[in-house]
């Protein structure tokens, strides 16, 4: 069984401070990891896809990384609007299922 | 804004009843997914239809059922509801079942009284 396992559960930092969230997951065959944030009350929008070890994707303050047993997402000088749920999900390349695993997040607030 | 549409925003309704919740894909998203969304569980992948025709079942009780129709809206019906239902139901689209990114709607808050 797929299982997605994130860390912190909350994190609260200050505007401008630099940190990171862990994403540990364990699955049969790996087609994709996600990462999604989440406000309150709303769907999760989608943020990056990474498909296999070493690899790396950036929009604006986030980057996201991939190793074979954990991602992370790194926030870079947040701000106050970064405050959200960021959730982690993977996709398994067998049983022809596509939904996705997903963690039960990461609740950030940045502080002005 | 990702495209796809539910609704009704908030239903509100009593144990044992039935009640149906309505998903709009994006335009040309033939894949559709249904997952609910509860405090303690996180959220949860249900039911896959693509096409018109079920692709995959995740959690999803007996008591719920799915479909999809022909121009490729879904509804997501719930019976004999219980007060532990109570919870966020979010659709989700793709262009293709493989399709590795899912873009989520608004959601629907079902509240069982």
């Known amino acids: 069984e797929d299982q997605v396992t994130q860390s912190p559960e909350a994190l609260r930092l200050q505007e401008g401070e630099s940190s990171s969230l862990n994403c540990s997951y364990t699955v049969s065959g790996l087609r994709g990891l996600f990462w999604y944030r989440q406000d309150p009350g709303k769907g999760p929008e989608f943020l990056f896809t990474l498909y296999s070890a070493g690899e790396e994707k950036e929009k604006e303050r986030l980057k996201a990384t991939l190793t074979k047993k954990e991602s992370f997402l790194h926030i870079t000088a947040p701000k106050p609007e970064d405050s959200a749920t960021y959730l982690c999900?993977?996709?398994?390349?067998?049983?022809?299922?596509?939904?996705?695993?997903f963690g039960k997040g990461t609740h950030l607030i940045i502080q002005p | 804004d990702s495209g796809v549409t539910q609704t009704p925003k908030h239903l509100i309704t009593a144990t044992g009843q039935r009640v149906t919740l309505r998903c709009s894909p994006r335009?040309?998203?033939?894949?559709v997914y249904w997952y609910q969304q509860s405090l303690d569980q996180g959220l949860q992948f249900l039911i896959q239809y693509y096409n018109g025709e079920e692709r995959a079942k995740g959690n999803i009780l007996e008591r719920f059922s799915a479909q999809q129709f022909p121009d490729l809206h879904s509804e997501l019906n719930l019976s004999s509801l219980e007060l532990g239902d109570s919870a966020l139901y979010f659709c989700?689209?793709?262009?293709?079942?493989?399709?590795?990114?899912?873009?989520f709607g608004p959601g629907t808050r079902l509240t069982v009284l």
């Open positions: 335009s040309g998203d033939l894949s």
């Open positions: 999900a993977v996709q398994d390349a067998g049983g022809g299922a596509d939904g996705l695993t």
């Open positions: 989700a689209s793709s262009v293709m079942p493989s399709s590795n990114e899912q873009f």
